[in-house]
């Protein structure tokens, strides 16, 4: 069993050998514990309430209109379960690394391996998409008060590119294009405000988790005050009138393109949430992580859902659902439409705000993700060194901050929105699906216990259920998933195998008993992966077998694991 791959990492091992490496960690006696509840909850919120809102929500808003609402109910739902899942882990494995460590312990190491390089994707990559919308933001405050950059250092080259290629209205962007410098044929066209953010947060959190706290922690109360205003002045222009737009075929509807319309937004939705599970990262830097990680997590879910529905219905309140096409900072929009520039100005100041304080908590996660691989031999020794006066991963945050900054220059913030959001869902699929697999424990006064709901006849009867409702509002619908075509083609295949992997669960629930709640996290986050294009796959998949050529090249001859086996 030496060379298995999925052989996994003992609960109380992972406990053992992280007391170890806080007391003999590289360079010092390990990180900090400084966190409290109330930091925790406030990393959450920093985490969740960013570009999210800011930005992805226009786009969010104008596939789905009104009824977007309801995709953001459903993903809260589906991260809800999501948080009680991770709570779970992190009540019994209180130690940084986060899903890469709660899948070590559940599925083996290749699963662990492969959901920590997808979590890459969520923090370092869903970064680069947080920088970008940063930048715009803050460009536009300088606008505002008269101090202009010019176009070709406020945006990226492919942006430029594509705006002139497709001959873009985007003046902006294609002025970029022609009156960039250029150094023989090669245009200089790079988003300096992004890279900069980029470098300050990278210095921030190299320093210390105790500033980046501090910092946060205003960030955090500054934003909320700030969405808050959002939502109360934005109130006043509500005309309920525009919650049922009229649709193409002439129908006043809350949902106007429909269900499937609303679906077609999960990217940009689920994006709004992904940062929830940042909070785990913070495992050994927290001074009650068995209490204080699942109770922040789940304090920071319910909150920013709140906050995400309310906005939601402000903006589709106040202007109609199709004025979001390509806007991509949505809560300035409808005051610029209603003319009241000082909350313009107000919202970039937000936005600034939110999403910087986006930028630290996933700057901070990147790092002690790897930190946790490189303790398992998967990654080399100089990703778990702490540094001797600041006591954080140093060398993993260079490079956490070097793998933002450089894609920075060749990418645009279209691309990173959906990978992210594809990376973030598998994670969470395997985070409940981990649940099932661990051994039961006895509750514990003072820890977290998730509550357990026996599923032997429920689920099964929960899919029945639906089957049935299903079938008698469209009874063509499953029908129609086998007529495959190249329009539908990764929509249809993605439900079949939510349907096959439904009816498995089903079947396992009765015969294993399994609790119910990781069973309804599993579910609802596999439904949310079935609004993933082909192209999203594609990208994903590359993303996965390049992973994977790292693995089998380092990590699995690497392995703690492995050497210990030996």
């Known amino acids: 069993m030496s060379n298995s791959l999925f052989r996994t ?32 909850t406030f990393f959450g919120i920093a985490a969740i309430i960013g570009a999210g809102s800011f930005s992805s929500l226009g786009e969010a808003v104008f596939k789905g209109g009104p009824g977007v609402v309801f995709l953001f109910i459903i993903c809260a739902i589906a991260c809800g379960f999501t948080a009680m899942c991770y709570a779970e882990f992190a009540s019994r494995i209180p130690v940084a690394g986060s899903a890469y460590t709660y899948a070590y312990a559940s599925f083996g190491e290749l699963f662990a391996w492969i959901i920590g390089w997808a979590l890459i994707m969520e923090y370092s990559i869903g970064n680069i998409y947080v920088a970008f919308s940063w930048s715009d933001y803050f460009t536009s405050f300088l606008h505002k008060i008269n101090i202009h950059i010019p176009d070709y250092l406020t945006c990226s080259y492919m942006e430029a590119k594509k705006a002139f290629m497709n001959n873009s209205s985007n003046a902006e962007l294609t002025g970029a294009w022609n009156y960039a410098p250029t150094v023989g044929s090669f245009k200089i066209i790079f988003d300096l405000p992004a890279l900069m953010i980029n470098l300050f947060i990278t210095i921030l959190v190299y320093k210390g988790v105790k500033e980046s706290r501090n910092f946060s922690n205003v960030m955090v109360i500054l934003k909320l ?29 809350f949902m106007p393109n429909g269900f499937a319309g609303v679906m077609t937004a999960v990217s940009g939705v689920f994006f709004a949430y992904i940062g929830f599970d940042a909070i785990s990262v913070m495992a050994e830097e927290s001074k009650n992580p068995q209490r204080d990680l699942p109770r922040s997590m789940i304090l920071s879910l319910v909150i920013c859902t709140v906050v995400y529905i309310l906005l939601t219905l402000v903006l589709t309140g106040v202007l109609n659902y199709r004025m979001f096409e390509g806007v991509g900072d949505p809560l300035a929009k409808i005051f610029e439409v209603k003319n009241v520039g000082w909350m313009q100005a107000f919202v970039s100041v937000a936005a600034v705000i939110a999403m910087t304080s986006v930028l630290l908590v996933f700057q901070m996660g990147q790092p002690r993700i790897w930190m946790s691989m490189s303790r398992d031999g998967l990654l080399p020794p100089a990703f778990q060194r702490i540094h001797p006066k600041y006591q954080t991963p140093s060398f993993a945050t260079i490079i956490t901050g070097l793998l ?34 661990i051994p039961k424990k006895e509750k514990v006064a003072g820890k977290f216990n998730m509550p357990y ?32 075509t190249e329009d539908n083609a990764s929509l249809n295949i993605s439900t079949i195998i939510l349907w096959i992997v439904l009816i498995i669960l089903a079947v396992f629930s009765y015969v294993k008993s399994f609790s119910l709640i990781p069973l309804l996290g599993l579910s609802s986050c596999l439904y949310l992966l079935t609004g993933m294009t082909g192209a999203n796959w594609a990208w994903f998949g590359s993303w996965l077998a390049l992973g994977l050529i790292f693995y089998f090249s380092y990590g699995y001859k690497k392995s703690r694991l492995a050497q210990t086996i030996l």
Not at 13 to 25: F, P, S, V, Y
Not at 27 to 32: A, Y
Not at 411 to 426: C, E, Q, R, W
């Open 9 to 40: 990492k003992n609960i109380d091992k992972i406990l053992r050998d992280a007391a170890t490496n806080e007391e003999n960690a590289h360079g010092s006696g390990g990180l900090k514990r400084v966190l409290t509840l109330r930091d925790l």
């Open 225 to 253: 005050i700030i969405v808050a205003l959002v939502i109360g002045v934005g109130a006043y222009y509500v005309d309920p009138g525009n919650w049922l737009p009229v649709n193409d075929a002439g129908v006043a509807s």
């Open 404 to 437: 933002v900054g450089v894609p920075i220059l060749f990418t645009d913030k279209t691309f990173v929105l959906d990978f992210t959001s594809i990376a973030t869902l598998f994670a969470f699929v395997l985070v409940c699906g981990g649940i099932l697999l």
């Open 453 to 484: 709901v026996n599923s032997k006849y429920i689920f099964p009867l929960l899919i029945m259920c639906a089957v049935v409702i299903i079938k008698l509002a469209n009874k063509d619908y499953f029908s129609a998933l086998f007529n495959v």
